[in-house]
């Protein structure tokens, strides 16, 4: 493979690697941050030395090309490191979220038969290492410190020796697989999704670029590394010269204390994300002179919160995207010059080089403004799951379509509005109920801050909403007030038969509303 220009096509994207990638960048910005992590500044050209050095002493010490390698810690520049020194050795990245138990851990390193998984020792207060060891029983491969200490593990920088400073690294191909990163495993085990170098590169390319991202930006890492949209933040800044700023606490005040020291000037989210922060007391106290970008997805996002962001957050630009982990987190985004009606009622138009289209369940494709299923077909679709074949070709067809498993409608100028995922979907006499469409509603009342709605079965209809809501300081309002706020603006059927106030929403490891926790408590 070639070495790559300053500004790489598409097609050189999907024609290289990681390290190739990480090579361009060190040549471009050797002296700028691209880590800065508390108290430490990885820049471009150390990041190539030091997973270049990581990569030879995890090669004398036996990883080789085409074994997985797990990581399991939190986001920090050693996770980059270590992620692009697995990539160097030819070995597959199994990133697992460090929100996991040991037990959901040792599960996921058995079942893609991990070598070697790289993880916390005794740090704070708990020692990852410590609890894998005890899940000897499930997994037993050999276990490398990132950070701290455990007597049954040895550290990544204790592997490195003057010995396999000459250590000789395979060579790698674009098509190789590079990672594989877990569906949510609500239905079960978790699926391993395989993506490969070129894939990542060329999708977070145009990512980046759609973004508006530029060298000297200042991206707030809070989805962890292990999740699509935390890969496209620190695969995007190192393809444009940006600084990723890795942070665990996503309360308000510390959020807000971070942007301020830090000049932050991206900043990711869902869409809870900013309306946790903004109902926050810091808000109003809050510097965010910084912020240029605002990036959110996984979520409807509510009318109210586009202009709030733009008149209160001062966001010249605001984006929204959907993806899947099978389609390497990406399939439509919006335009920065994209109305914020647009913004709210769409998640922009597919990808360059991406096919989208919505069918009914007999597989026609429906027209413009009718709902259907979301398929997807084009360079992000994942290679398939890992070991699984028979569940790769129930997702992805013949013909090769990745089925998304969400309901949307295209308009007639290709923008995508996402209506629900299928499986959130409910019938009430027959009728299909969006829950995103009642939330969207719900969203706009005036004492409600947040607010999720689940289907639950009922004897008589099928099954009926109950609309979970965190209300806004001192708030008070009737169900009955609700139900005529409702009713004003949906049909009869979508109105939730039950309103439940809560003090906050349930998360899940992605950072998304766990709606299966609020059908539970339903």
Not at 15 to 29: E, G, I
Not at 38 to 61: I, N, W
Not at 350 to 374: D, K
Not at 457 to 471: Q, S
Request: aromatic share 6%; proline share 6%.
């Amino acid at each position: 493979m070639s070495e790559l220009s300053e500004e790489p096509t598409p097609e050189e994207w999907a024609s290289a690697t990681l390290p190739k990638a990480v090579d361009r960048a060190a040549t471009l910005w050797p002296d700028q941050p691209f880590v800065r992590d508390e108290g430490a500044v990885l820049t471009f050209e150390a990041l190539r030395m030091e997973s270049l050095r990581a990569a030879r002493a995890l090669a004398h010490a036996g990883v080789e090309k085409g074994a997985r390698v797990g990581i399991w810690a939190p986001n920090s520049a050693r996770w980059i490191v270590a992620a692009n020194a697995v990539m160097r050795t030819g070995a597959i990245v199994a990133s697992l979220n460090f929100r996991y138990t040991a037990h959901e851990a040792a599960n996921i390193l058995a079942q893609v038969g991990a070598s070697h998984a790289l993880t916390m020792g005794s740090t704070g207060d708990r020692n990852a290492a410590a609890e894998l060891v005890e899940r000897a029983d499930t997994w037993a491969g050999r276990i490398v410190l990132l950070e701290g200490d455990e007597a049954a593990a040895t550290s990544l920088d204790g592997l490195r020796s003057a010995e396999n400073e000459t250590q000789t690294l395979p060579g790698l191909d674009a098509n190789d697989t590079a990672d594989l990163i877990f569906t949510s495993g609500t239905t079960g085990q978790p699926k391993a999704v395989m993506t490969s170098h070129g894939q990542i590169l060329r999708t977070f390319d145009a990512w980046a670029r759609g973004i508006t991202l530029q060298p000297g930006d200042r991206i707030l890492a809070l989805p962890p590394f292990s999740h699509s949209f935390g890969r496209a933040i620190w695969v995007g800044c190192l393809l444009r010269g940006a600084t990723v700023i890795p942070h665990a606490d996503a309360t308000p005040a510390a959020m807000f204390e971070r942007i301020a020291r830090d000049r932050v000037s991206v900043w990711p989210g869902a869409p809870s994300m900013y309306q946790m922060a903004r109902s926050a007391r810091e808000f109003e106290n809050a510097d965010l002179s910084s912020l240029r970008v605002a990036v959110t997805g996984g979520a409807p996002v509510p009318i109210e919160l586009v202009h709030q962001l733009r008149e209160e957050f001062a966001f010249e630009t605001i984006v929204t995207a959907y993806g899947l982990t099978e389609s390497t987190g990406c399939v439509t985004m919006t335009l920065p010059e994209d109305p914020p009606e647009k913004v709210a009622t769409t998640s922009g138009r597919p990808f360059p080089g991406l096919e989208v289209r919505c069918v009914e369940p007999g597989g026609g494709v429906m027209p413009a403004g009718e709902p259907g299923e979301v398929c997807v077909r084009g360079h992000t679709v994942m290679k398939g799951y890992w070991n699984e074949p028979e569940r790769t070709a129930e997702t992805i067809d013949e013909e090769g379509w990745l089925h998304t498993g969400d309901v949307g409608v295209l308009d007639e100028h290709g923008y995508l509005r996402i209506m629900d995922r299928l499986k959130d979907m409910y019938v009430l006499n027959g009728f299909n109920v969006y829950p995103a469409e009642i939330e969207g509603q719900l969203y706009a009342h005036p004492l409600i801050d947040q607010v999720a709605v689940v289907g639950v079965p009922d004897a008589k209809v099928g099954e009926v909403g109950v609309a979970f809501m965190v209300l806004r300081d001192v708030a008070a309002i009737e169900d009955e007030e609700l139900r005529a706020w409702c009713r004003e603006r949906l049909a009869a059927y979508k109105v939730p038969k039950q309103f439940r106030r809560v003090s906050e929403l349930p998360l899940n490891a992605s950072g998304k509303v766990d709606k299966i926790a609020l059908a539970a408590m339903a």
